[in-house]
């Protein structure tokens, strides 16, 4: 091809003519351990950070941000199904003919070195109670209060006709990083990756005007976290100066919502897989990194596992078939490897005020009913008082009545103390009293409570008979 066709195909290629941009720092703050996965399995775990290939900082992947906030937009606009119709993120990925996204998200890199945390995790069969062979895991997490200095830049050219609706998806994609919505990284269904925006920085430059143009040329773009001269927002749609009212724009997405207040009726261990520093014990309960400080941990996964199996126990006795446990919680099939998202979000809960003792136990020898030699082991539970309290909060996305009733038979359960928690349950540990819940779904929400295991429980709500229309629905819905 001539030169001269390739001048002529330049001069007529569609290109972009920006006439806008507007440039967004915010500074993301880890609420729990999060793992953003290298695929690296040759260390010593299994599953370790992603690192910068400079500094020993930990590296929060630009397409990682994009694909959640793509992904939590979509879900505001149209509920949990596949359609994708907003103009922030650009053309699907199916689609060759689609437009490039204006958004620009760069790679973040932690503001301090990295500090990890460990966790083991197994696989529970769910007929035997004991782990499966060879499923044992161990992952790397970075510890609650790693921060990350964000970095956006949208593009505005002078095709874009409905400059308000870009400007509100994006602050809908933004404030679902700021009010802590958006998960990042691997198990965020239970109780990792929760995150949120304490601050934003906006700058919005004119490229028609020229000293707005200059000014975007001489700003530092590569500079990571906020500038000192520049004002910072603690609300990202005034900071854009848009609104985003229930009138205007609705959250299309529907949820069952429990929040339940625990405390300790017997003592709790959750086993922690890695040795402990302060004490000689050989099994302690896990504890995790909050504020600088070591808390009593109840996880999200330990917690997940005992509700998905008393769920099944629950579906096989009113003799159904178990589908509605593998919509609700996920499933991998072994077959195909084809693996389903559970529905449902375990958060990791921090038990306060409590005790940690050490027990003596030692194995018996099931055939001389004696002392096993060399069987002498500690343990180091940890205890409840009058102050103890614990918060479990569970959502259920695009919740059926049936399977709100399975949650709140699971519920019941938990705050009767009939379903333990953690490990050595077969000798009175992890048993749980219920004090309070609050169940949100659609426009209704009922209260909970029992001050004492004495007393009778009260239920605030003029519609609570419809708490019982749940479980009904379950029993209609299951039975053949």
């Given at each position: 091809m001539s030169n001269e066709c390739l001048d002529k195909n330049t001069r007529n290629r569609n290109q972009r003519h920006i006439i806008e941009r507007i440039i967004i720092k915010g500074n993301l703050i880890l609420d729990t351990p999060t793992c953003f996965g290298s695929g690296n399995n040759d260390g010593d775990t299994d599953l370790e950070i992603l690192r910068d290939s400079i500094e020993d900082k930990a590296l929060l992947m630009g397409s990682s941000i994009a694909g959640a906030l793509r992904n939590y937009l979509r879900e505001y606009q149209n509920g949990y199904g596949t359609v994708d119709n907003s103009i922030l993120f650009g053309g699907q990925r199916s689609n060759d003919d689609g437009e490039q996204s204006p958004l620009i998200i760069n790679d973040a890199l932690s503001s301090e070195t990295?500090?990890?945390?460990?966790?083991?995790?197994?696989?529970?069969?769910?007929?035997?109670?004991?782990?499966?062979?060879?499923?044992?895991?161990?992952?790397?997490?970075?510890?609650?209060?790693?921060?990350?200095?964000?970095?956006?830049?949208?593009?505005?050219?002078?095709?874009?006709?409905?400059?308000?609706?870009?400007?509100?998806?994006?602050?809908?994609?933004?404030?679902?990083?700021?009010?802590?919505?958006?998960?990042?990284?691997?198990?965020?269904?239970?109780?990792?990756?929760?995150?949120?925006?304490?601050?934003?920085?906006?700058?919005?430059?004119?490229?028609?005007?020229h000293e707005q143009r200059i000014q975007w040329l001489n700003f530092h773009h590569w500079e990571p976290g906020f500038l000192k001269s520049h004002p910072t927002?603690?609300?990202?749609?005034?900071?854009?100066?848009?609104?985003?009212?229930?009138?205007?724009?609705?959250?299309?997405?529907?949820?069952?919502?429990?929040?339940?207040?625990?405390?300790?009726?017997?003592?709790?261990?959750?086993?922690?897989?890695q040795a402990s520093t302060d004490t000689a014990s050989d099994v302690?309960?896990?504890?995790?990194?909050?504020?600088?400080?070591?808390?009593?941990?109840?996880?999200?996964?330990?917690?997940?596992?005992?509700?998905?199996?008393?769920?099944?126990?629950?579906?096989?006795?009113?003799?159904?078939?178990?589908?509605?446990?593998?919509?609700?919680?996920?499933?991998?099939?072994?077959?195909t490897k084809k693996a389903k998202a559970s529905r449902i979000i375990v958060d990791e809960v921090e038990i306060n005020n409590t005790t940690d003792l050490i027990q003596n136990r030692i194995a018996i020898d099931r055939f001389t009913g004696g002392a096993l030699h060399g069987a002498l082991f500690d343990e180091q539970p940890i205890f409840g008082n009058d102050k103890t309290n614990l918060e479990i909060k569970l959502t259920l996305r695009q919740p059926k009545d049936a399977e709100i009733g399975l949650l709140l038979l699971l519920l019941k359960d938990l705050w009767t103390g009939d379903l333990p928690v953690g490990g050595s349950s077969s000798i009175g540990r992890g048993r749980l009293q219920g004090r309070e819940a609050t169940i949100t779904h659609n426009d209704k929400t009922w209260k909970i409570s029992q001050p004492s295991p004495m007393e009778s429980l009260v239920i605030e709500n003029s519609e609570k008979e419809d708490l019982e229309k749940f479980v009904t629905a379950l029993h209609q819905e299951v039975t053949p």
């Open positions: 990295i500090k990890v945390e460990l966790r083991d995790g197994v696989k529970i069969n769910s007929i035997t109670r004991t782990a499966e062979d060879g499923a044992k895991y161990d992952l790397e997490f970075l510890e609650t209060g790693t921060q990350f200095p964000l970095y956006f830049e949208l593009l505005v050219d002078d095709k874009q006709h409905d400059r308000t609706r870009l400007i509100q998806e994006l602050a809908i994609s933004l404030q679902g990083l700021e009010t802590g919505e958006i998960r990042l990284g691997i198990k965020k269904h239970r109780g990792f990756g929760r995150c949120h925006v304490e601050k934003w920085q906006v700058w919005q430059f004119n490229l028609r005007n927002h603690d609300n990202i749609a005034q900071a854009l100066g848009v609104t985003l009212s229930e009138q205007e724009i609705e959250d299309k997405r529907q949820h069952l919502t429990i929040t339940a207040k625990f405390t300790l009726a017997s003592p709790l261990l959750i086993r922690s897989g302690v309960h896990l504890k995790s990194q909050r504020n600088g400080e070591l808390k009593s941990i109840l996880s999200g996964t330990a917690l997940t596992g005992v509700l998905r199996h008393r769920g099944e126990r629950i579906i096989n006795t009113i003799g159904a078939d178990t589908n509605i446990i593998s919509d609700i919680f996920g499933f991998v099939d072994e077959q």
